[in-house]
T-cell receptor
């Protein structure tokens, strides 16, 4: 069965530092890939998605992610963290041909001054 | 509507009572999902509806949980004989043909 692994349940960075949140999926056929963000006491918001085409995807709030088929990865990055980026980040996949959204366990990002 | 709407936003119920949670998806979206998020935890898949196909119920934790989707639109998640471990935020999402899912704000269920 398709699964999603997010390495690191908690990540802490300094304001202005690089943000790197890791996501790996398990399937031989690349699925559709998503990153969602959940701010405290709010619902989930789509950051970015990869379905086809260019493997480097840009999203909102300066985030981007690169699909690497050879590594079955879809890591999320942001060059310079801001205090407002503190949130929970979820990687998710949808197997092609089956519209079921499967989530990773999430990574809580803390940004300190 | 403009987005996915869930009601109620908060529900406190006594152990052993039944509860119904409602989800109004975005108009025209064929797929509808229910997830559960316990305090500090990730998203646990519960059930998935896609058009007129039989729902994927593989995530329902017990036979106390059921869900239906009437007319391919509104969905109701029912929990019978609620237990304290059912306390969580229940999230609904819907998606159309481009596979992106939009989430509601959730229903926070507290079983006392």
């Amino acid at each position: 069965a398709q699964s999603v692994t997010q390495l690191g349940s908690h990540v802490s960075v300094s304001e202005g530092a690089l943000v790197l949140l890791r996501c790996n999926y398990s399937s031989s056929v690349p699925p559709y890939l998503f990153w969602y963000v959940q701010y405290p006491n709010q619902g989930l918001q789509l950051l970015l998605k990869y379905t086809t085409g260019a493997t480097l995807v840009k999203g909102i709030n300066g985030f981007e992610a690169e699909f690497k088929k050879s590594e079955t990865s879809f890591h999320l990055t942001k060059p310079s963290a801001h205090m407002s980026d503190a949130a929970e980040y979820f990687c998710a996949v949808t197997p092609r041909g089956y519209n079921k959204l499967i989530f990773g366990a999430g990574t809580r990002l803390a940004v300190h001054p | 509507g403009a987005g996915v709407s869930q009601s109620p936003s908060n529900k406190v119920t006594e152990k052993g009572k039944d509860v119904e949670l409602r989800c109004d998806p975005i108009s025209g979206h064929t797929a509808l999902y229910w997830y559960r998020q316990s305090l500090g935890q990730g998203l646990e898949f519960l059930i998935y509806f896609q058009g007129n196909s039989a729902p994927d119920k593989s995530g329902l934790p017990s036979d106390r949980f059921s869900a239906e989707r009437t007319g391919g639109s509104v969905s109701t998640l029912t929990i019978q004989r609620t237990q304290q471990e059912d306390s969580a935020v229940y999230l609904c999402a819907s998606s159309g043909t481009n596979t992106e899912a939009f989430f509601g704000q959730g229903t926070r269920l507290t079983v006392v």
